[in-house]
């Protein structure tokens, strides 16, 4: 099942890219001071003279600590609140396999069982969260309980390991 949980790889990639050129450009400082020729790339000598003589309840550096706590709380709750699923998972006949299907194919199947009522014209389904939301077109008819009827029929075959809503909004 760990494998149909959705990864949260962008905000990783973009931290672990600012860590890494931040310690790339540390390591370059460190060992060109080392070697005698500092790159001097971080103004490290004016930073120290500010931070020597401002105090920690100055406007700018409450201001920094403000802006750099609102970028972490960001980035956890982006890793901590979870993604996009990249597959339904579904259970096969064997109970050690599981398998997965896309969302939008599971959407489209559910639109096709809802095209199959009389009285719809077409039909669109998308996933939203835990429910998928299917829209038909209808004639003109009140067909809302008898498409919900045939998505839901639809959803038991596939036996998913999850249970998902189903919302019907039918337009004419």
Same mark, same amino acid.
């Given at each position: 099942?760990?494998?149909f949980?959705p990864?949260?790889?962008?905000?990783?990639v973009?931290?672990?890219?600012?860590?890494?050129v931040?310690?790339l450009?540390?390591?370059?400082?460190?060992?060109?001071?080392l070697?005698?020729?500092?790159?001097?790339?971080?103004?490290?000598?004016?930073?120290?003279a500010?931070?020597?003589?401002?105090?920690?309840?100055d406007?700018?550096?409450l201001? #920094? *600590?403000?802006?750099?706590?609102l970028? $972490?709380v960001? %980035?956890?709750?982006?890793?901590?609140v979870?993604? !996009?699923? +990249?597959?339904?998972?579904?259970?096969?006949?064997?109970?050690d396999?599981?398998?997965?299907?896309r969302?939008r194919?599971v959407?489209?199947?559910l639109?096709?069982?809802?095209?199959?009522?009389?009285?719809?014209?077409?039909?669109r389904?998308r996933?939203?969260?835990?429910t998928?939301?299917?829209?038909?077109?209808?004639?003109?008819?009140?067909?809302d309980?008898?498409?919900? #009827? *045939?998505?839901?029929?639809?959803?038991? $075959?596939?036996d %998913?390991v999850?249970?998902?809503?189903?919302?019907? !909004?039918? +337009?004419?």
């Amino acid at each position: 099942m760990r494998a149909f949980r959705p990864a949260r790889r962008v905000p990783a990639v973009v931290v672990a890219a600012l860590l890494a050129v931040g310690s790339l450009l540390l390591l370059l400082e460190i060992v060109s001071g080392l070697v005698g020729r500092p790159l001097r790339w971080i103004p490290y000598d004016r930073m120290l003279a500010w931070a020597s003589t401002t105090s920690w309840s100055d406007p700018l550096v409450l201001l #920094g *600590a403000a802006v750099v706590t609102l970028i $972490g709380v960001a %980035l956890l709750l982006s890793a901590l609140v979870p993604g !996009r699923p +990249r597959m339904v998972p579904v259970r096969s006949g064997d109970p050690d396999l599981i398998i997965g299907l896309r969302p939008r194919s599971v959407a489209r199947a559910l639109a096709h069982a809802a095209e199959q009522v009389p009285g719809v014209r077409s039909a669109r389904g998308r996933l939203r969260g835990q429910t998928f939301a299917v829209t038909p077109t209808t004639y003109g008819g009140d067909v809302d309980q008898d498409v919900r #009827g *045939a998505v839901l029929s639809r959803l038991a $075959g596939y036996d %998913l390991v999850h249970p998902y809503r189903v919302a019907v !909004r039918g +337009r004419r």
